[in-house]
């Protein structure tokens, strides 16, 4: 099964209106395998509008946009080659070696 990391916009609404937040939202990276499911916060925000969905980026044509893209790409790539490394190496991962890779001893 090939797993790949995915990212989202934190689903959170306003405590005092009840309104789903659309400024200043973080972008998530949720990357699942076998059976664990890990959420991270990628350091970036990006305002609702500013964000495209389905290609899991943020729209051109918007402050930092580039930058953040290209960062989201290195951490998806990041995040896959752990697991792909740990898989050929018949390491088992926990979610923990995700948040604190510095544990990991095939990180470079």
Known sequence: MITEA??????????ETGKLIIENVPILLFYS??????????GYRVDAFQWDEKAMK????????SDINRELNKLKTKVE???????ALGEELTIE???DPQNLHFMS
């Open 97 to 99: 070696d995700f948040r």
């Open 6 to 15: 995915k990212f989202y916009l934190e689903k959170r609404k306003n405590k």
């Open 58 to 65: 943020a729209r051109k044509g918007f402050n930092d946009a």
């Open 33 to 42: 395998f076998k059976g664990k499911r890990l959420q991270l916060f990628t």
């Open 81 to 87: 080659g752990i697991h792909d490394t740990a898989k």
